[in-house]
Every structure is written in structure tokens, then in C-alpha cells.
């Protein structure tokens, strides 16, 4: 079993920054493979922002490249994962999801809510 505990949502002004963290935490029974950060805004789909995997690969959308920093203390099983997003824009308003895949099996957070205000 994988669990998840998300943290620090909230609205922040255009050109902001918030950091979002994930705690994981995961039982024997398989390594965790990749982590990572999608979101979703109202009416559209669920989309990658940030990932790591075990084999070091880290992957942004291009749309957070040079703003959005993903880091992890740890690998394969518990860990943290953070999401450091700076001078913030208004389409990064949505509903911020940490993923841990392991396995098979893909395991979500409970998504915590990001705001930039128009």
C-alpha cells in the first residue's frame, strides 16, 4: 500500500511562489518507480507537470521549465516530494495531484488547490 499526504496550497498574486510537498509513504511490496506532480484545471484533462524517476530522469511540461523545481529525499519506497514553483502566472490555477507509481499501479494524492488570481 502507497499513501500520500499533500501540503501547501493556497492563492498566491501573479509572479509568486508556493512550494507544494508530497509525503509518500509505502509499505514492502514493491519499489517505488517514478513520482511526480500532475494538475488539473476546471474543464481540462489532468496533464504531467513534474516527474522523477528512480533512474534520475526528471521530465517538466514545458510550459514550467526554468520556473517549477521537482526534488525528492529519498527513492524507490517513503520519501518526500516537493514542487517549488516560482513567479507564478495565472494559468497555474488547478488542482495540483502527486502521483507515485509502483508496479502496475499508479497511487494519487488528495489534491491540494493552487490559485493565481486574475
Known amino acids: 500500500q502507497v499513501q500520500l499526504l499533500e501540503s501547501g496550497g493556497g492563492s498566491v498574486p501573479a509572479g509568486g511562489s508556493l512550494r507544494l510537498s508530497c509525503e509518500i509513504s509505502?509499505?514492502?511490496?514493491?519499489?517505488?518507480?517514478?513520482v511526480g506532480w500532475y494538475r488539473q484545471a476546471p474543464g481540462k484533462q489532468r496533464d504531467l507537470v513534474a516527474g522523477?524517476?528512480?533512474?534520475?530522469?526528471?521530465?517538466?511540461a514545458d510550459s514550467v521549465k526554468g520556473r517549477f523545481t521537482i526534488t525528492s529525499d529519498g527513492l524507490y519506497n517513503s520519501q518526500t516530494v516537493w514542487l517549488q514553483m516560482n513567479n507564478l502566472k495565472i494559468d497555474a490555477t488547478a488542482t495540483y495531484y502527486c502521483?507515485?507509481?509502483?508496479?502496475?499501479?499508479?497511487?494519487w494524492g488528495q489534491g491540494p488547490q493552487v490559485t493565481v488570481p486574475s
Open positions: 502521483i507515485a507509481a509502483r508496479g502496475f499501479t499508479n497511487y
Open positions: 509505502a509499505n514492502i511490496g514493491g519499489v517505488i518507480t517514478a
Open positions: 522523477i524517476a528512480t533512474d534520475g530522469n526528471v521530465k517538466y
